[in-house]
C-alpha cells in the first residue's frame, strides 16, 4: 500500500489496528471484589429518579449505645393499645448504607397496619476492627442485639408490645435478622443493666437476599463463584494500597475459624422452637450453578428453608417460580404475623 494512503484510511475507519498484548491485559476485568475504585469524573451522569424521603420520625438519632453509630429512629404509630413493632436492620454488606433505606415503603406500610417502625444504625466491620472486635461482624450483630434489646426497654414510654416485635432487613440486614432469629436468647435476667434484661429474640424474621451461612466452604458448594463474607471474619488482601476481600484466603482459613462461623452464621444456630421467617429473593434458585448475583442467591434460601424444615420451625420461601406463596411481599407476612 502506498504510504500516503495509510493516514487517509485510518481517518476513514477502513483500517483498524489490534491490541497489543499489554492493552490486552490493561483491559481485562478485575473481579468485583478486587475492582477499584472508579474516580468520578467530569462524564455526563444519566437523570436518576428522585427517591420519595421516609416519613418524618417521631424520634431520630435516639442512642442505644455510647458509639456514634449505636443510633436508631422511631416512627410511633398512634393508638390508645399498645402496638406491635417492625425493627429493620438496614443492608451494605456491613460497610456501608444508612438507617432511612427503605423507609419510604416501609413505614407507610406498617402504620397502615398499626404497627410502629425502628430502624438502626450499627457500627461497620472497619469500624469494629478499630475497636478491636474479633471477628468483625460480631460488632455488627452485637450491636443489632443491644438495640432491640434497647426498644423493648421503651415498650411502655413508646406504647410498644414487646413480644411482638419481627425484625426485617435486606443482604447484609438479612443476615443479621436471621441471626438474631436462631441466637439463643442473649438476655441477662439478673443484670443490673435493665436493658441487658431484655430478650434479643424477635416474634418473626422477614428478610430479602439473605445470606444464611458464613461458612465459605458451604457458599461454594451451593453457588460456585461464591465470593462473600471474608470481610466479615476480618481477612482481606492489599490491592493498591486498598483492602479487598480475599474469598480464597476465607477458604483456606475456614477450618482455623471455625469456631468463629459456627457463632455467627444463622444456618449453624438453627434450632426447634426458632421464630418462623420469611425468605424473599429476585432470583430462581439453581443449586451447584454459576450465579449472576451469587451475594444474593436464592440458593441461600433453599439450604435454610431444608434445614428449618428439619427442625419444624416455620419458614417461607419466595422467589420467581416459587409455588404456594402465601405472602407475595416481606410487609404482607409482617403485618400477618404481628396482627395474628
Same mark, same amino acid.
Given at each position: ?37 472508579? @474516580?468520578?469524573? *467530569? ?5 436518576? !429518579?428522585? #427517591?420519595?424521603?421516609? +416519613? $418524618? &420520625?417521631? =424520634? ?5 449505645? @455510647?458509639?456514634? *453509630? ?5 416512627? !410511633?404509630? #398512634?393508638?390508645?393499645? +399498645? $402496638? &406491635?413493632? =417492625? ?254
Amino acid at each position: 500500500m502506498p504510504q500516503y494512503l495509510l493516514p487517509l484510511l485510518l481517518i476513514a475507519g477502513l483500517l483498524t489496528t489490534s491490541p497489543s498484548p499489554a492493552d490486552e491485559t490493561a483491559t481485562k476485568q478485575l473481579p468485583a471484589e478486587q475492582a477499584p475504585v472508579k @474516580t468520578p469524573g *467530569k462524564t455526563k451522569q444519566k437523570a436518576t !429518579k428522585k #427517591e420519595t424521603p421516609p +416519613p $418524618t &420520625p417521631t =424520634l431520630d438519632s435516639v442512642s442505644y449505645g @455510647t458509639h456514634p *453509630k449505636q443510633v436508631l429512629t422511631f416512627w !410511633k404509630t #398512634e393508638s390508645a393499645a +399498645p $402496638t &406491635p413493632c =417492625l425493627f429493620f436492620i438496614h443492608g451494605g454488606g456491613w460497610q456501608n448504607g444508612n438507617r432511612m433505606a427503605g423507609m419510604a415503603n416501609w413505614v407507610p406500610a406498617m402504620h397502615k397496619q398499626g404497627i410502629s417502625v425502628v430502624s438502626i444504625e450499627y457500627r461497620f466491620i472497619e469500624e469494629a476492627i478499630a475497636d478491636g472486635v474479633q471477628p468483625p461482624v460480631k460488632a455488627c450483630l452485637y450491636d443489632a442485639a443491644r438495640a432491640l434489646q434497647f426498644v423493648r426497654s421503651k415498650a411502655n414510654e413508646w406504647n410498644l408490645d414487646k413480644q411482638k416485635i419481627a425484625v426485617a432487613g435486606g443482604s447484609a440486614g438479612a443476615c443479621t435478622s436471621l441471626w438474631l432469629a436462631f441466637h439463643d436468647d442473649l438476655a441477662i435476667p439478673d443484670s443490673s443493666d435493665p436493658i441487658a434484661r431484655e430478650s434479643t429474640k424477635p416474634a418473626c424474621a422477614a428478610v430479602t437476599g439473605a445470606q444464611t451461612t458464613l461458612d465459605p466452604r458451604q457458599m461454594q458448594e451451593w453457588t460456585p463463584n461464591s465470593n462473600y463474607g471474608s470481610h466479615a471474619f476480618g481477612i482481606f488482601q492489599e490491592i493498591d494500597g486498598r483492602k479487598q476481600r480475599d474469598f480464597n484466603a476465607f477458604l483456606a482459613r475456614r477450618d482455623e475459624i471455625l469456631p468463629w462461623i459456627q457463632e455467627y452464621s444463622p444456618f449453624h444456630l438453627v434450632s426447634a422452637g426458632d421464630p418462623p421467617v420469611y425468605l424473599n429473593y429476585s432470583a430462581p434458585p439453581a443449586k451447584g450453578q454459576i450465579a449472576k448475583d451469587p451475594t444474593h442467591s436464592a440458593n441461600f434460601g433453599v439450604l435454610l428453608q431444608e434445614k428449618l424444615d428439619e427442625f419444624r420451625v416455620p419458614c417461607e420461601l419466595v422467589h420467581p417460580g416459587a409455588g404456594n406463596i402465601t405472602h407475595k411481599t416481606p410487609q404482607d407476612y409482617v403485618a400477618d404475623m404481628l396482627k395474628r
